[in-house]
């Protein structure tokens, strides 16, 4: 093999492996502190992961099955559906820092979203000193999901660091 292929791939792999050493940009909100990005640059190269819509567990085993009652209150509810999206990152060899972008399904019983009540369980897990990175996000008022029950559904969008 002639001296200079070898240097040409050796260099060719460098300048590749350098892109890999970009991070993610996150873009925030001009003069704002709501823990959403503006939007989220991904360098070429990254794998991209798409979570499937996480649902919350039960809470009161008691109760039936089809009723707020059974998974909690807005609150309750984003924190379970985000420990969930957590664990199954988590089993991916990932984490909720490596999360680019998030769409929320919120259903709103009484014709109201429970705002007050999603944004508490998020910012347990986005804007922390322990998980400052923040993705791009979607909340979209919906008129139901597949369990009467249920008020919060999340999909994810993670980038392998």
Avoid: C
Wanted: aromatic content about 8%.
């Amino acid at each position: 093999m002639p001296k200079n292929f070898v240097i040409a791939i050796g260099f060719t792999l460098m300048a590749a492996s350098a892109g890999f050493a970009q991070d993610v940009v996150r873009h925030t909100n001009p003069g704002s502190n709501f823990p959403i990005a503006r939007a989220v640059e991904v360098p070429a190269g990254r794998t991209t992961i798409y979570l499937s819509g996480a649902v919350p567990s039960v809470v009161d085993q008691a109760a039936d099955p089809s009723t707020v009652a059974a998974f909690g209150d807005m609150q309750a509810q984003t924190v379970s559906v985000l420990n969930s999206i957590n664990k199954t990152l988590d089993d991916l060899d990932l984490a909720m820092g490596d999360v680019v972008k998030m769409q929320a399904f919120l259903v709103a019983p009484e014709g109201t979203v429970d705002f007050e009540g999603f944004m508490p369980g998020y910012t347990q897990f986005f804007g922390t000193d322990a998980q400052p990175n923040l993705p791009s996000r979607s909340v979209v008022t919906v008129a139901g999901l597949a369990n009467p029950g249920w008020l919060v559904e999340i999909e994810v969008t993670a980038v392998r660091p």
